[in-house]
T-cell receptor, first 112, second 117 residues
Framework: AQSVTQLDSHVSVSEGTPVLLRCNYS??????LFWYVQHPNKGLQLLLK??????LVKGINGFEAEFKKSETSFHLTKPSAHMSDAAEYFC??????????FGTGTRLTVIP | AAGVIQSPRHLIKEKRETATLKCYPI?????VYWYQQGPGQDPQFLIS???????DKGSIPDRFSAQQFSDYHSELNMSSLELGDSALYFC????????????????FGPGTRLTVL
């Protein structure tokens, strides 16, 4: 079975400071892991994905995530938050060519 | 680049009515997925199709049905609508391979917001 746990439902950071959104996964197989972002009243946009290649994955808009098998984690980071980063972020796992399992989401607030 | 297209973007229905949501995948994508996102909740997988055949089924109510057509577009049919069906319905597409061991990236459409009164 596959599942993800997003450890924080809400993260608040000041503009220009680092962002850390935490995600732990559980999977019976070698997982594919994704981070998607959802801006208010918008669709889901892929930030980055891990599929058993390099453990440090770089995505769009300066985000990156590191796959740590020993910790079963796939935390999302960004060195410097921008106001436009305020959104809901979903950590997602999939194993096999099937559906995605979403975490419950982390709402990122960026304080000016 | 072309993205996933969903129509309509907004739909208002009354209880016990029916609704049809449409999804047009990215060109050359042969797999379509449907997700339901209730207010304040994470998206939940409903059903998927690969090469016009149902490939996986999630928490889709029996009142709902879906199919994928020869041009790879998909329709989600919802009957006897209930208040609890009010949600954002996402369609995603990918280049799926039946029996593949890795997941190709799913690209999401903007969603259809269904409101049931």
């Amino acid at each position: 079975a596959q599942s993800v746990t997003q450890l924080d439902s809400h993260v608040s950071v000041s503009e220009g400071t680092p962002v850390l959104l935490r995600c732990n996964y559980s999977s019976s197989y070698s997982p594919s892991l994704f981070w998607y972002v959802q801006h208010p009243n918008k669709g889901l946009q892929l930030l980055l994905k891990y599929t058993s290649a390099a453990t440090l994955v770089k995505g769009i808009n300066g985000f990156e995530a590191e796959f740590k098998k020993s910790e079963t984690s796939f935390h999302l980071t960004k060195p410097s938050a921008h106001m436009s980063d305020a959104a809901e972020y979903f950590c997602v796992v999939s194993a096999g060519a099937n559906n995605l399992f979403f975490g419950t989401g982390t709402r990122l607030t960026v304080i000016p | 680049a072309a993205g996933v297209i969903q129509s309509p973007r907004h739909l208002i229905k009354e209880k016990r009515e029916t609704a049809t949501l449409k999804c047009y995948p990215i060109p050359r994508h042969d797999t379509v997925y449907w997700y339901q996102q209730g207010p304040g909740q994470d998206p939940q997988f409903l059903i998927s199709f690969y090469e016009k055949m149902q490939s996986d089924k999630g928490s889709i109510p029996d009142r709902f049905s879906a199919q994928q057509f020869s041009d790879y577009h998909s329709e989600l049919n919802m009957s006897s609508l209930e208040l609890g069906d009010s949600a954002l319905y996402f369609c995603a597409s990918s280049r799926g391979l039946a029996g593949a061991t890795t997941t190709d990236t799913q690209y999401f459409g903007p969603g259809t917001r269904l409101t049931v009164l």
